[in-house]
């Protein structure tokens, strides 16, 4: 059974860095895309970034490009998302989820069929 784990969120002041950190276990393959997306409270769950093994592509959410990073480990069992300039505004649970398909990365929370607990993300202004 597949399992997602995030770790490294927590608070920080408005223009700092964080860097969350999903590994994953139990999974036969690690050629499938893996995403982050984000929740606020009162608000629908949003596509961040996502970094597909197989094709070597990341993509962005026009909102963060240039200020958020998504990468792997070598062994492919782990992802991170390096956050810099963080705004109060991206204050939110960050989601870790897998693709369980071999294809390109998508931007839908529909295209990704396993999901991590999340990790809270608070920016203080």
């Known amino acids: 059974q597949v399992q997602l784990v995030e770790s490294g969120g927590g608070l920080v002041q408005a223009g700092g860095s964080l860097r969350l950190s999903c590994a994953a276990s139990?999974?036969?393959?690690?050629?499938?895309?893996m995403g982050w997306f984000r929740q606020a409270p009162g608000k629908e769950r949003e596509f961040v970034a996502a970094l597909g093994w197989s094709f070597d592509t990341t993509y962005y959410a026009d909102s963060v490009k240039g200020r958020f990073i998504i990468c792997s480990n070598n062994d492919k069992n782990t992802v991170h998302l390096k956050m810099n300039s963080l705004k109060p505004e991206q204050a939110a649970v960050y989601y870790c989820?897998?693709?369980?398909?071999?294809?390109?990365?998508?931007?839908?929370?529909?295209?990704?069929?396993?999901w991590g607990q999340g990790a809270q993300v608070a920016v203080s202004s």
């Open positions: 139990g999974r036969p393959f690690s050629g499938y895309a």
């Open positions: 989820a897998e693709d369980r398909i071999p294809r390109r990365p998508g931007t839908s929370q529909n295209e990704y069929a396993c």
